[in-house]
C-alpha cells in the first residue's frame, strides 16, 4: 500500500514512528537559550520536523490511491491516522520554526534603540517564550509516534486480510492440518493472564521496545501510560510468542518487541473466543432452568 519492499508492510511507518519518538525525546532534553548560538541546536529539530511531515504527507498521497485503502476498513484507518501524522509534522515544525525566530530576534544580549540610534540591552524574558514553544513541540511528536504507529499496524492488518483472502481463495492447507495447529496454539492462549494478554495487545501495535541502560538494566518502554514488567517479558518469550527485532538500533535505544507466528494466533484465539457470561446477582450459576428445579426437588 506504501511500499513494496521486503519486510512487514508498515516497516516504513515505524521509521516515522521512530523519527517522531526520537524527537519528542531531543526536545525534551533541550535547553536552548535566546541568542545565536541556539540557532544551530534548533536547526537539526526543524529539519527533522519538515522531512517527517514531508514523508508522511508522500505516504498519505500513495495510500490513499490504493485499493486497501477503499476496501477494508484497516486501509481507511491507515490512511486517516497518516492524515494526523501531516497535521502533526507541519505543528511541531511550526512551533520550533517559532522557537527560531525567537532566538534570532533576540540573537544579542544588547538590540538597536532606534529612537537613539544605538544599541542598548535588552530584557531577558524572552527565554520564557522560547522554551513554551519548544515544551509544546513535545506532546505533539509523542501523538506522531502513536498516529504513525496505528497507521503500520493498521496497514499490516488490511494486507494480512487481503492474503489471508487471496490464499482462501485457493486451495492450501487441509483443513484438519490447520485445526489441529489452531487447537494447539488455542491451548497456549488460555493459560495467559491478564497481563500478558494486555502485552501481546501492545506488541502487536508497535508500540512496546526493549531498552537497556548504561549499567545493563533492562526495562519495557510503550510510550503509553500501559506497562509491561520485565516478568511478564520474560514469560511470553519463554512460550515463543514475542522476540525482539534484530540488529538496527542498539539495545539502549530501544529495540522493537515483535510478536511471533505463535503469538499473533494465540491473540487470533483470545479474541474469537467466546466470553463467558458472568451469572446475575442473586441467581445460581447453573446452565439451565430446568437444572434450577431439579435442584428444588
Not at 104 to 115: M, P, S
Not at 226 to 240: D, F, P, Q, V
Not at 283 to 294: E, G, M, V
Amino acid at each position: 500500500m506504501t511500499d513494496s519492499s521486503p519486510g512487514m508492510p508498515g516497516d516504513r511507518l515505524r521509521a516515522i514512528a521512530d523519527g517522531f519518538l526520537d524527537l519528542s525525546r531531543a526536545l525534551d532534553r533541550s535547553n536552548p537559550v535566546a541568542g545565536l548560538q541556539s540557532l544551530n541546536s534548533l536547526a537539526k529539530p526543524y529539519a527533522t520536523a519538515q522531512e517527517l511531515a514531508n514523508t508522511s504527507l508522500f505516504l498519505l498521497l500513495s495510500a490513499s490511491s490504493h485499493p486497501l485503502a477503499m476496501d477494508t476498513v484497516e486501509g481507511h484507518y491507515a490512511v486517516e491516522s497518516l492524515g494526523h501524522c501531516v497535521r502533526v509534522g507541519t505543528t511541531v515544525t511550526h512551533r520550533i520554526a517559532c522557537a527560531l525566530q525567537v532566538a534570532a530576534q533576540y540573537h544579542r544580549i544588547d538590540g538597536v534603540n532606534e529612537a537613539a540610534g544605538r544599541l542598548q540591552p535588552r530584557p531577558a524574558q524572552r527565554q520564557d517564550e522560547l522554551t513554551a514553544h519548544l515544551q509544546a513541540a513535545v506532546p505533539l511528536a509523542k501523538e506522531g509516534y502513536t498516529r504513525a504507529t496505528d497507521a503500520a499496524q493498521a496497514l499490516d492488518a488490511a494486507v494480512h486480510r487481503r492474503r489471508r483472502e487471496a490464499g482462501q481463495a485457493h486451495a492450501g492447507t487441509p483443513a484438519s492440518h490447520d485445526e489441529a495447529r489452531t487447537a494447539a496454539i488455542g491451548s497456549t492462549a488460555t493459560g495467559l493472564s491478564p497481563a500478558q494478554r494486555g502485552a501481546l495487545r501492545m506488541i502487536r501495535r508497535g508500540y512496546a521496545r526493549l531498552h537497556e541502560n548504561e549499567a545493563g538494566k533492562r526495562r519495557i518502554e510503550t510510550g503509553t501510560s500501559t506497562k509491561i514488567t520485565m516478568a511478564t517479558y520474560e514469560s511470553l518469550r519463554g512460550r515463543g510468542l514475542i522476540n525482539s527485532e534484530s540488529g538496527g538500533r542498539p539495545l539502549y535505544s530501544g529495540r522493537r518487541l515483535l510478536l511471533t507466528h505463535a503469538g499473533e494466533q494465540a491473540l487470533v484465539n483470545l479474541e474469537s473466543a467466546p466470553s463467558a457470561q458472568p451469572p446475575l446477582p442473586g441467581r445460581p450459576a447453573t446452565t439451565s432452568s430446568a437444572a434450577n428445579r431439579q435442584v428444588r426437588r
